[in-house]
């Protein structure tokens, strides 16, 4: 087994702060995701990386900047938080198998922003 | 393009009755379909998933999703339903990300089931 680590749990920040989430994996796993949750809507992929170093855009990438300098841990940056911007952000992880990325994906517990 | 519908936000039901959380999709390939979970105040899990073969498909807690491809279906069902099965569930389709080599994972919206003791 293995954990998904999100810190902080809770970020409270002010209009066009420049924000930063972490994500630790101990899975071992290749490719982790930042997805953000909103109330009433689905996740939305905002940046996944299939490896070290490699960074993918999802549908929801405008306003973030993401880093993945180690296999375990993957980071999130908003570039200018928005004012009244309130949403939960999650971070996951899952293993590459055979290029076909059908493997489930293991979430961590959130990190929870409020823009004041 | 692809998409993923949950057509029912909250679902309430009692205790002993038997669930079945609706999910449609939209993908011109073949799908890879997922249900995840989330708890109030947890994170997501997941339930189970559809590759390819038996259209049914049995999962963690009980819960079992069959697969139509003829209505582009990929139902939740479990009998009977507990108290402790009232959580948020997410029907999720893995698809080609713009038509190049990268997979990527659309969520439904959601429906919130409440099952009531």
């Known amino acids: 087994g293995g954990i998904i680590t999100q810190t902080p749990k809770f970020l409270i920040g002010q209009e066009g702060q420049k924000l930063t989430l972490k994500c630790q994996q101990n899975f071992n796993h290749d490719t982790m995701y930042w997805y953000r949750q909103d109330s009433g809507k689905g996740l939305r992929l905002i940046y996944y990386?299939?490896?070290?170093?490699?960074?993918q855009k999802g549908d929801l990438s405008e306003g973030y900047d993401a880093s993945r300098e180690k296999k375990s841990s993957f980071s999130l940056t908003v570039t200018s938080a928005q004012k009244n911007e309130m949403a939960v952000f999650l971070c996951?992880?899952?293993?590459?198998?055979?290029?076909?990325?059908?493997?489930?994906?293991?979430f961590g517990p959130g990190t929870r922003l409020t823009v004041l | 393009a692809q998409s993923v519908d949950q057509p029912d936000a909250h679902v309430t039901l009692s205790e002993g009755a038997s669930l079945e959380l609706r999910c449609s999709y939209s993908y011109s390939a073949a799908p890879y379909l997922f249900w995840y979970v989330q708890y109030p105040g947890q994170s997501l899990q997941f339930l189970l998933k559809y590759i390819t073969g038996d259209t049914v498909v049995k999962g963690t807690k009980g819960f079992e999703a069959e697969f139509r491809k003829s209505n582009s279906s990929f139902n939740l069902k479990k009998s009977p339903a507990h108290w402790s099965d009232s959580a948020k569930y997410f029907c999720?389709?893995?698809?080609?990300?713009?038509?190049?080599?990268?997979?990527?994972?659309?969520f439904g919206k959601g429906t919130l089931l409440t099952v009531t003791p």
């Open positions: 990386s299939i490896t070290e170093n490699d960074l």
């Open positions: 996951a992880s899952s293993i590459e198998t055979g290029g076909v990325y059908y493997a489930e994906q293991f």
């Open positions: 999720a389709l893995e698809g080609l990300l713009f038509g190049g080599s990268n997979y990527k994972l659309t």
